[in-house]
């Protein structure tokens, strides 16, 4: 098992870890195991927005659309006052 020293921990933090800790019924090392573990698997487990995008329209059929011809030009946006 490898090590980890924190320097300059903010001790408002310090004191929101402790209470946390207490909370669960574990250490404060315990506890920023839990928080480290949590936060790092979250990030590899998920698939990303994109890749679920695909993969739930990856059976529907290619439907490309034609767009419109323009018949006007651009213009700015009115908004209302």
């Known amino acids: 098992m ?3 020293t924190i320097r300059d921990f903010d001790d408002d933090l310090k004191a ?3 209470v946390r800790a207490a909370r669960h019924g574990r250490s404060m ?3 920023v195991r839990e928080i480290l573990r949590t936060a790092l698997t979250k990030q590899r487990s ?3 927005l994109a890749t679920r995008i695909r993969q739930r329209f ?3 059929p290619d439907a490309s659309i034609d767009p419109p011809s323009r ?3 651009a213009r700015a946006a ?3 006052e």
């Open 46 to 48: 998920g698939r990303g």
């Open 71 to 73: 018949t006007e030009g």
């Open 58 to 60: 990856a059976d529907v």
């Open 29 to 31: 090392e315990a506890e």
């Open 2 to 4: 490898a090590s980890l």
């Open 16 to 18: 929101e870890l402790r």
């Open 78 to 80: 009115e908004l209302p």
